[in-house]
Every structure is written in C-alpha cells, then in structure tokens.
C-alpha cells in the first residue's frame, strides 16, 4: 500500500523546489518518468511521489 504522505500535488512539488508548475511539468514529461512516480490526475493537476521528486530535484541540480 501506497503512504498518501509520500505522494504531492503540482503545486506542493513546485513550491518545494521552487519552480513554476508548467516548468515542473514539462520536466516531468522530458525526464519519461513513468506512471508510477508521476500521473495527470485532471487537465494541468498531476500527482507525484517522492521517486519523481528525487530525480526532478536531481535533473535541476544539473542545470
């Protein structure tokens, strides 16, 4: 079973690394993150988990 309090709305992940939504997402989508770490729950609103977290923040420390 999944813990909820590992799991985020766009804008928790986005303040939390302190980018833009639309800038978050798109890395989301660059990266492939799979279905599992990473989903659109309606249009613009996806969930992530902590996995994606971790690689975005990875990705951006790159930058």
């Known amino acids: 079973m999944s813990d909820v309090r590992e799991v985020f709305i766009t804008a928790e992940v986005s303040r939390q690394l302190d980018i833009t939504p639309a800038y978050l997402v798109r890395m ?14 309606s249009k613009g609103s996806y969930l992530f988990n902590k996995n994606a977290i971790d690689k975005i923040k990875s990705n951006l420390k790159r930058k």
Do not use: S
């Open 28 to 41: 989301a989508k660059a990266l492939k993150l799979p279905e599992t770490d990473f989903r659109e729950t």
